[in-house]
């Protein structure tokens, strides 16, 4: 047979009878079309040719259809069988070899695409549509799951973006525990039957500190004392101490028993209590002090007085309690300003400079506050020691450096009413001068011109004495307030309102 027939030869040994996609008759009545370039030499198809596999396109592989030399330069015939999902797939790319092997060509040299047996340049491997993965539902329990999830993770976020806002927000040096919240000292450190002074100086010194602050703009232009409370650095003075540097921001330095110099911030202060709480950041070389009960002392009992008097550190004075619950005032700018004691009364030495040191008793617990001398001329801080010295009871001290370490602020109990503080020596009582709407006394039907004469069971001298017995409360305390007015006495309860100052 001559050249020029022998591709007719090679395609109809291509086109078996019974292929169901090219139809025996239609593929011998047509001749193939002419192929663009000539095959190998001594290249056959296979005599056992599969059933032919169709394209995406709907095309049939092999030759004897209208485009075979096209399909057949298109790529070699698929897999003759796809298993299904799950089973190995035969294709000459890869995988398990087909049943039947093809057969062995005659080549030059090994082309790259494996496939190919046809002339010409390589053609690209046809790429086969892969089955779809099967769809994997998800178990019911997984949204719901999820759902939880997200809402947990969003109300963690939002309580740790609330209580960083409030760390941001509060003020330095407050704690939310208050006094409960600090480690101070529980234990007295010594017995209260050693009776020496000297041993009560060993033990406080280390806790009491000299404090410097500026006044009206001067640099160390206020001098004064305080005592260490607890670990954290917080530190008891007077306000009067500390005001001017507070309101102008001016610096404020805490001194301790070596010499330390170490600066400090405000926590809060309450000029009603003339107390103050300081902040220092450093506070290892620093020991607190043991807070003792002033209600338990006894006319006559030693006491111990600390601090800095005249600016001088360190000082020790001795004495005994003179008298208890001594209503002291101490007068400031306004009214809110004056500071209103029960004091604690005692002969140890006070001086200027020793305001906001610690009155101490002989087993070395703080039992108050030194805070303000007496002179010829009245209650004063800025005459020298004539022997008579006021503290702070330890007791008042405790309520207020508490509401300041929560908050920053303290309050203090108010009734709404104006009394007549001075100038009736012989007056028996308070003398009410005013009565504002809406207020505590309003409310419990005081009027002006009614005297007050006791409060709860302690009897009420002047419009000082109203004042102080009513600040040994706290806000939202009843208290019972004997009253006489025309000539008769009665008793009235008065829920007490609260006031920052």
């Known amino acids: 047979m001559s050249d020029e027939h022998q591709p007719d030869d090679q ?4 086109h078996p009878a019974d292929a169901p996609d090219a139809p025996a008759d239609e593929a011998r009545d047509e001749p193939a079309p002419e192929e663009p370039t000539q095959p190998l030499a001594g290249w056959r198809l ?12 709907g095309r049939a592989y092999g030759v004897g259809a209208d485009e075979a030399t096209s399909d ?3 790529g070699p015939p698929p897999p003759p069988h796809r298993a299904p999902y799950g089973e190995p797939q035969h294709h000459p790319y890869g995988g398990q070899a087909p ?26 491997r046809p790429m086969y549509a892969a089955p779809p993965a099967p769809s994997r539902k998800v178990a019911l329990w ?43 000292r ?19 010194l280390p806790s009491t500190v000299q404090i410097v602050a500026e006044l009206d703009g001067q640099a160390g232009g206020a001098t004064g004392s305080g005592f260490v409370l607890d670990s954290e650095g917080h530190v008891v003075t007077n306000n009067h101490v500390v005001a001017s540097a507070a309101e102008g921001e001016g610096p404020i330095l805490v001194i301790g028993q070596s010499g330390e110099r170490l600066e400090a911030t405000v926590v809060g202060r309450s000029p009603v209590y003339d ?6 950041d450093r506070a290892d070389g620093l020991e607190p002090a043991a807070l003792g009960a002033s209600q338990a002392l006894n006319v006559g009992e030693s006491v111990v007085a600390f601090g800095a008097p005249l600016g001088l550190s360190q000082t020790v004075t001795s004495g005994i309690v003179s008298a208890l619950n001594r209503p002291v005032t101490t007068s400031g700018e306004s009214d809110d300003e004056s500071s209103y004691i029960n004091a604690v009364q005692t002969d140890a030495a ?4 020793n305001s906001g040191g610690p009155l101490v008793n002989l087993a070395g617990e703080v039992v108050g506050v030194n805070s303000a001398i007496a002179t010829t001329g009245g209650a004063t801080r800025e005459s020298g020691n004539i022997g008579v010295g006021f503290a702070i009871p330890i007791e008042q001290v405790r309520t207020t450096v508490d509401q300041i370490l929560r908050t920053g602020k303290a309050e203090y109990p108010v009734i709404g009413a104006q009394v007549r503080t001075g100038g009736e020596p012989d007056a028996a009582g308070a003398t009410i001068t005013e009565v504002m709407p809406d207020t505590p006394a309003s409310r419990a039907g005081l009027e002006a011109d009614d005297v007050i004469v006791a409060v709860d069971d302690q009897p009420v001298s002047d419009g000082i004495a109203l004042i102080v017995a009513i600040r040994t409360h706290l806000p939202g305390d009843t208290v019972e307030m004997s009253v006489v007015r025309g000539g008769e006495e009665r008793v009235v309860e008065v829920e007490l309102d609260g006031k920052v100052g």
């Open 46 to 57: 296979p005599e056992s040719a599969e059933e032919p596999a169709v394209q995406p396109e």
């Open 99 to 124: 049943e039947q092997a093809a057969p062995t060509v005659p080549m030059q040299h090994q082309h790259p695409n494996p496939g190919w047996f046809g002339p010409g340049p390589y053609p690209p």
């Open 11 to 14: 395609a109809q040994d291509h």
């Open 186 to 204: 529980a234990a007295a450190p010594l017995d209260a039957e050693n009776g020496s002074v000297a041993a009560v100086a060993q033990a406080l």
């Open 72 to 74: 057949l330069l298109a």
């Open 350 to 353: 006070i001086n200027p400079g």
């Open 275 to 280: 107390l103050a709480v300081l902040h220092v």
């Open 142 to 184: 997984v949204w719901p799951a999820v759902a939880c999830l997200a809402l947990v993770v969003g109300i963690l976020g939002g309580l740790a973006g609330g209580a960083l806002q409030d760390e941001l927000a509060s003020q330095r040096g407050t704690n939310d525990n208050g006094l409960d919240g600090v480690r101070t």
